[in-house]
């Protein structure tokens, strides 16, 4: 693993990186907000003394999961193959490809000698789904299929954004399988307004700001213009959503705890009831 796939937070500030369809080209740019104060939990407290990994290179969710003040965080992106059909439907895509990720991370890491096993893995997917096309999008791979995805949004009227977040942990017992594991899916609709231009898509087209985002926009960002209002999660439509991420941490905390106080039919299992 390269020193570039890995960075520990702690305090230092995250990076977005240049806003290209190649993702190579640019400056970085510096997007941050006010950290709050840590979130004082028993659950966060024990966590910050030990290796948490978020598993992916979004700087959206770096950004989030920098709120809960989590000193020893490092980011791992998985590199698994994204490669799963779609035909599966965008509930089970978006579900089987976070986990799938999480699963790489947990494979290259478990055995770390250097770090030491990881305490927590969380890994987390997102997708825009334009409900009129019954289409799956993910990134703009070019300017014209930025355009296209925007005008489609627009005409379409209201769209779902999914996220999937898989939270992993070692057992305490270390009994087979080793980790337990909890899932849960985010859903949020979004509606842009069928009133925005060819002329201003094109325009917040061309800023390259929604060029590395799922659905081509950013609502944290110059993205709020296209859009008219959202029903449930805002941080879901940028891809973390905080509440979730925090009740699936405790979750799957306390099932990994399992010293003799569960069945083995409660470890290793996706948390069917999440979602």
Same mark, same amino acid.
């Given at each position: 693993?390269?020193?570039?796939?890995?960075?520990?937070?702690?305090?230092?500030?995250?990076?977005?990186?240049?806003?290209?369809?190649?993702?190579?080209?640019?400056?970085?740019?510096?997007?941050?907000?006010?950290?709050?104060?840590?979130?004082?939990?028993?659950?966060?407290?024990?966590?910050?003394?030990?290796?948490?990994?978020?598993?992916?290179?979004?700087?959206?969710?770096?950004?989030?999961?920098?709120?809960?003040?989590?000193?020893?965080?490092?980011?791992?992106?998985?590199?698994?193959?994204?490669?799963?059909?779609?035909?599966?439907?965008?509930?089970?895509?978006?579900?089987?490809?976070?986990?799938?990720?999480?699963?790489?991370?947990?494979?290259?890491?478990?055995?770390?000698?250097?770090?030491?096993?990881?305490?927590?893995?969380?890994?987390?997917?997102?997708?825009?789904?334009?409900?009129?096309?019954?289409?799956?999008?993910?990134?703009?791979?070019?300017?014209?299929?930025? =355009? *296209?995805?925007? %005008?489609?949004?627009?005409? $379409?009227?209201?769209?779902? /954004?999914?996220?999937?977040? +898989?939270?992993?942990? &070692? =057992? *305490?017992?270390? %009994?087979?399988?080793?980790? $337990?594991?909890?899932?849960? /899916?985010?859903?949020?609709? +979004?509606?842009?307004? &069928?009133?925005?231009?060819?002329?201003?898509?094109?325009?917040?087209?061309?800023?390259?700001?929604?060029?590395?985002?799922?659905?081509?926009?950013?609502?944290?960002?110059?993205?709020?213009?296209?859009?008219?209002?959202?029903?449930?999660?805002?941080?879901?439509?940028?891809?973390?959503?905080?509440?979730?991420?925090?009740?699936?941490?405790?979750?799957?905390?306390?099932?990994?705890?399992?010293?003799?106080?569960?069945?083995?039919?409660?470890?290793?299992?996706?948390?069917?009831?999440?979602?």
């Amino acid at each position: 693993m390269s020193d570039s796939k890995t960075h520990l937070l702690g305090n230092e500030d995250p990076i977005d990186p240049p806003p290209a369809y190649d993702s190579t080209t640019g400056k970085p740019m510096r997007g941050l907000l006010p950290r709050p104060p840590p979130l004082s939990l028993p659950y966060l407290n024990d966590l910050r003394t030990k290796r948490v990994i978020l598993a992916s290179q979004s700087p959206r969710r770096r950004q989030i999961m920098s709120y809960l003040g989590l000193p020893n965080l490092e980011i791992i992106p998985s590199n698994a193959e994204e490669d799963l059909p779609k035909s599966l439907g965008p509930f089970e895509y978006v579900l089987a490809t976070a986990t799938k990720k999480a699963q790489a991370v947990y494979a290259q890491e478990a055995d770390n000698e250097e770090r030491g096993e990881p305490a927590l893995i969380l890994a987390a997917d997102t997708i825009v789904v334009d409900l009129q096309a019954g289409a799956i999008l993910e990134k703009p791979r070019s300017e014209a299929h930025h =355009l *296209a995805m925007l %005008r489609g949004l627009r005409d $379409a009227g209201t769209h779902k /954004v999914f996220t999937a977040l +898989v939270a992993m942990a &070692p =057992l *305490a017992s270390a %009994r087979v399988p080793g980790y $337990a594991i909890e899932t849960v /899916v985010e859903e949020t609709d +979004v509606r842009f307004d &069928p009133e925005v231009s060819d002329e201003l898509i094109t325009a917040y087209v061309r800023t390259r700001e929604g060029a590395d985002k799922a659905g081509g926009y950013g609502l944290q960002g110059l993205g709020s213009i296209l859009v008219e209002k959202i029903d449930g999660s805002y941080d879901n439509v940028i891809g973390m959503p905080l509440k979730a991420t925090l009740k699936l941490i405790e979750k799957v905390l306390a099932k990994a705890d399992d010293e003799g106080s569960l069945p083995d039919d409660m470890v290793g299992s996706e948390g069917e009831d999440d979602m």
